[in-house]
C-alpha cells in the first residue's frame, strides 16, 4: 500500500505494509503514482511528454529501480498480517499495566474535562490504600513472565490523595524482588498540589510525570480554572518549571489541550517551549459536537497547516541547538512497534486496564463510569469475560474503514474509546481523529526524512 505526499520540499513514497519511507525526485514520484494504473510504455510516453529533456533510456532506468525495490518489498507491498490478527491477539491474558484512579476528585473545575471534574459521572472518591494494595497484587499475579510493570497514578487530581500514592509505591517496591518485577511508575498532574516534597518524591520515584498545561495563559486560563472561577496559569507554571528544572534527564511531558478556541495551537506549543519546557504534547479535545469549544470541520484545514508549521519550526529550532520533543512526532523508523503493537493497538481491556478508587476494571480511563463497560474488581478478577475478548478481537482488521488506509499500521485502528463515543462501537473509527493523525504522521515521517538527508 502506497501513500505519496509533498511537505517541505520533499516528494515522499511511503509503503505502509513494508515500513520503508523513500525520498524521491519528481519523476520517480510521478512513476510511482502510475506505476500500478498503467503499462510500462504508457508510462513512458506520459513522462517525456512532461518531462521533455529526459531520454527513453532514463526512464526505463527509472522504472528499473522502481522494480527493484519492488522486487525487495520494500515498495507496492502486500498485506500479510491480516490471517494473523487473530491469533496475534489471542495469545494471552497477561496484563502489564493499570491506571489507578486514587482521586476521583479534583481541584480545578476545567470546562473540557472528559472525566466530569474528576468525579467520572459518579460520586467524589479517594482509593483507599487497601483497594490500591489489591490492584497491585492482581498485575503481579496476572502479570506472568512479564518483568516490567506500568502502574499509572490518575484522576481526578492524583496529588489529593497523595499519601496513598506514596504508600502504594512503597509497597510496590516491597514486592519487586520477591515476585522478579520492576514497576515503572507514572503520574498526572494538574499542578496545583505541586511542592519540594511532591517534587522530591517523583524525581525518585516516578518513571514519568505529566504535568497539564493548555499553553499561553489566555488559552490555559479560559477552560482551566479552579471553582472560585480563577485561572490556574500562574499557579501552576513557576511550578512546572522548578518541578522540571529538578527533574533533570527523567522523563516527563507537558501535556496540553487544543479547541476551536485556539486552532493556531502551534503558539502554545512554542510558548511551551520558551518557558523552557522541552517535552510537549497537545492533543485535540474530544467531546459532544454542540460543545461551543469543539473542533469543527472547517477547522481542519487550518489544522493541518498548524501542524506543518510545527514540523518546520521544529527542525529549525533542532538545528539552533535548542530543540524540543513533540510526543505526536516520536517515531522510529527503524525499531518501531513489532507488528503485534501496529496491529493490536493500547492493549485496553485486555493488557491494560483502569482501576476505580472503588477497585472496580474498566478497559481504561475514558470508558470509567459507564457501568455497561464494568470488567469486574481487584478481588474478584476480570469477570466480564465476554467483554474482554469483545476489546481482544478489536484491531485494525476489525474494522472495514481502515482496510484500505495507509496509516493503519502507525494508529492501529486508533483509540477504541473514541470510537466508541463517536459511534457506539469500539470497533468504529472516529473520522475526525483519524484526518488529524495522519496528517501528524505525515508530518512525522518529513521530520525523519530530513534528518536523514541531512
Not at 148 to 163: I, K, S
Request: net charge negative; proline share 2%; charged share 25%.
Amino acid at each position: 500500500m502506497i501513500h505519496q505526499y509533498k511537505q517541505n520540499g520533499y516528494n515522499i513514497v511511503l509503503d505502509s505494509l513494508s515500513g520503508s519511507v523513500h525520498a524521491v525526485d519528481e519523476v520517480a514520484y510521478d512513476i510511482i503514482g502510475m506505476y500500478e494504473t498503467y503499462e510500462k510504455d504508457e508510462i513512458v510516453v506520459k513522462i517525456l511528454q512532461k518531462y521533455p529533456n529526459l531520454t527513453e533510456g532514463e526512464v526505463l532506468s527509472c522504472i528499473g529501480d522502481i522494480e527493484a525495490l519492488k522486487e525487495q518489498k520494500l515498495l507496492f507491498c502486500d498485506d500479510i498480517y491480516e490471517d494473523k490478527a487473530d491469533v496475534l491477539k489471542s495469545k494471552n491474558n497477561v496484563v502489564k499495566a493499570l491506571c489507578l484512579h486514587v482521586a476521583h476528585t479534583c481541584n480545578l473545575n476545567c470546562s473540557y474535562c472528559f472525566a466530569s471534574q474528576g468525579k467520572y459521572q459518579g460520586e467524589k472518591a479517594l482509593m483507599s490504600f487497601e483497594v490500591g494494595k489489591a490492584a497491585l497484587d492482581f498485575l503481579v499475579k496476572n502479570s506472568g513472565t512479564r518483568r516490567n510493570l506500568e502502574v499509572d497514578f490518575f484522576g481526578g487530581e492524583p496529588l489529593m490523595n497523595w499519601q496513598v500514592v506514596k504508600d502504594l509505591v512503597a509497597y510496590a517496591r516491597s514486592i519487586e524482588k520477591e515476585h522478579n518485577k520492576n514497576f515503572r511508575f507514572t503520574l498526572t498532574t494538574n499542578g496545583m498540589l505541586l511542592d519540594d516534597e511532591v517534587t522530591e518524591f517523583c524525581n525518585r520515584e516516578m518513571d514519568n510525570v505529566v504535568l497539564s498545561l493548555d499553553g499561553r495563559r489566555e488559552v490555559h486560563d479560559h477552560l482551566r480554572k479552579d471553582y472560585q472561577g480563577r485561572g490556574s496559569y500562574d499557579v501552576i507554571v513557576p511550578k512546572f518549571q522548578e518541578f522540571v528544572k529538578k527533574r533533570g534527564s527523567r522523563s516527563y511531558y507537558m501535556r496540553g489541550t487544543y479547541t476551536h478556541n485556539n486552532v493556531d495551537f502551534t503558539n502554545d506549543i512554542f510558548h511551551m517551549a520558551d518557558l523552557g519546557f522541552a517535552e510537549l504534547s497537545m492533543e485535540p479535545v474530544v467531546c459532544a459536537p454542540t460543545d461551543p469549544y469543539a473542533l469543527t470541520e472547517a477547522d481542519l484545514p487550518e489544522l493541518f497547516r498548524q501542524y506543518e508549521i510545527l514540523a518546520n519550526e521544529m527542525i529549525k529550532r533542532e538545528e539552533e541547538g535548542r530543540g524540543f520533543t513533540f510526543y505526536h512526532y516520536m517515531i522510529d523508523l527503524e525499531n518501531g512497534p513489532c507488528i503485534y503493537k501496529r496491529i493490536s493497538g493500547c492493549g485496553s481491556g485486555t493488557e491494560y486496564m483502569a482501576v476505580t478508587p472503588h477497585g472496580d476494571f474498566y478497559p481504561c480511563h475514558q470508558f470509567v463510569g459507564d457501568e455497561k463497560y464494568c470488567m469486574g474488581n481487584v478481588y474478584d478478577g476480570v469477570t466480564n469475560s465476554e467483554l474482554r475478548e469483545k476489546f481482544r478481537k478489536c484491531n485494525v482488521y476489525s474494522r472495514p474503514e481502515c482496510k484500505d488506509c495507509w496509516a493503519k499500521l502507525y494508529c492501529s485502528g486508533g483509540c477504541a474509546a473514541n470510537a466508541y463515543h463517536a459511534t457506539g462501537d469500539i470497533n468504529g473509527i472516529y473520522e475526525y481523529g483519524c484526518e488529524l493523525f495522519k496528517k501528524r504522521m505525515e508530518c512525522a515521517i518529513m521530520i525523519q526524512v530530513h534528518k536523514a538527508l541531512k
